[in-house]
C-alpha cells in the first residue's frame, strides 16, 4: 500500500510545525489566564477591603453618611460578586481551551501516523479550544464592563462626600457619549 500523497507531501519538519502552531494560541490563552487570576485576587481583596470597612460603619447608626455609606459598600459587594463568578468561570473557560489547543498539538501527530484518516481530530481540538478562546475573551469583555459600572458607581458616591465635605462639588469631566466605559 503506497502512502497518501499529502504524507508523501508532508515531511516531519512539516508535521511538527503543524504541531507547534497552536503554541501561539496557547501562549495568548496562557497570559489571559494569568491576567484573569490577577483580576480575580483584587476582587477577592476589595471584597475583603469592604467587609472591613463595613465592621467598622458604627451600629445602630442612621446619619446620611453611614447610611449612604453602607448604600455604597452593599452596592460595591453586588457589583464584585457578580465579576467574581464571571472571572471563575472565565479561568475555567480559558484552562479548558488551553487543554484544547494541546489536544490539537497532540493530535496532529497522531493523525499524521495514521495517514490523516483521523486529520478531522486535531481540526476539532483546533476550532473548539479557539471557540473557547474566543468566548473567554467575551466574558472578559463582560466583566472589565462590570468592573467599570462599578468603579462609576463608587466615584459618584465620592463626588458627594466631596461636595457635603467641602461645599465645593467635585467636578469631574464625564468621556462624550459613546466613550468606553458606558453601561
Same mark, same amino acid.
Given at each position: ?5 499529502? *504524507? ?31 483580576? *480575580? ?44 463568578? *464571571? ?17 490539537? !498539538? ?21 476550532? !473548539? ?25 463608587? *466615584? ?28
Amino acid at each position: 500500500m503506497s502512502a497518501s500523497p499529502l *504524507l508523501e507531501l508532508l515531511s516531519a519538519s512539516e508535521i511538527l510545525s503543524a504541531m507547534i502552531t497552536p503554541a501561539l494560541l496557547i501562549s495568548a490563552t496562557g497570559t489571559l489566564a494569568l491576567a484573569t487570576t490577577n483580576r *480575580l485576587g483584587r476582587v477577592v481583596d476589595r471584597v475583603r477591603r469592604l467587609a472591613e470597612i463595613a465592621e467598622d460603619l458604627p451600629d445602630g447608626v442612621a446619619t446620611t453618611e453611614v447610611v449612604e455609606k453602607r448604600a455604597l459598600i452593599a452596592d460595591q459587594i453586588r457589583w464584585h460578586s457578580q465579576r467574581l463568578v *464571571l472571572l471563575q468561570r472565565t479561568i475555567v473557560t480559558l484552562y479548558t481551551a488551553i487543554g484544547l489547543l494541546v489536544g490539537a !498539538s497532540l493530535t496532529v501527530g497522531l493523525s499524521a501516523t495514521t495517514r490523516w484518516a483521523l486529520g478531522w481530530i486535531p481540526v476539532g481540538f483546533g476550532l !473548539s479550544g479557539a471557540t473557547a478562546l474566543l468566548v473567554a475573551a467575551v466574558m472578559l469583555i463582560r466583566e472589565s464592563r462590570l468592573a467599570v459600572r462599578g468603579t462609576l458607581t463608587e *466615584l459618584s458616591y465620592v463626588r458627594e462626600v466631596v461636595a457635603r465635605k467641602t461645599t465645593v462639588p467635585l467636578v469631574i469631566h464625564e468621556k462624550p457619549e459613546g466613550g468606553q466605559g458606558e453601561g
